[in-house]
């Protein structure tokens, strides 16, 4: 059974910076896609990023498009977030997440996704 832990978060001011790491138990890391999400609250949770099982395709949303970027060490079961120039509005748990599939696509849906981590927090002041 996989297990996913997430580092902790962290109260950044707007513009800053802030880089989350996911390591994954287990050895199959390598096999798949994983992602992170988000949840605000009172909203749904929403897909930010994707980074497929080899390390070359990835998908982002558009709100976080050319600020975020996700990256992986399949060496150390490890997956980042990198998260630049950061709004108010990126204030959110952060989730990672682990497809369902091995060897799959950047899938945006969570049903895509089996296992998640503890999520962390994320503030953004103004």
């Known amino acids: 059974q996989v297990q996913l832990v997430e580092s902790e978060g962290g109260l950044v001011q707007a513009g800053g910076s802030l880089r989350l790491s996911c390591v994954a138990s287990g050895r199959t890391f390598s096999t798949y896609t994983m992602a992170w999400f988000r949840q605000a609250p009172g909203k749904e949770r929403e897909f930010v990023g994707a980074?497929?099982?080899?390390?070359?395709?990835?998908y982002y949303a558009t709100s976080v498009q050319g600020r975020f970027t996700i990256s992986r060490d399949n060496a150390k079961n490890t997956m980042y977030l990198q998260m630049n120039s950061l709004k108010p509005e990126d204030t959110a748990v952060y989730y990672c997440a682990k497809q369902r599939n091995p060897f799959g696509g950047t899938r945006l849906s969570p049903r895509e996704y089996d296992t998640w981590g503890q999520g962390t927090q994320v503030t953004v002041s103004s």
């Open positions: 980074l497929n099982w080899s390390g070359r395709d990835a």
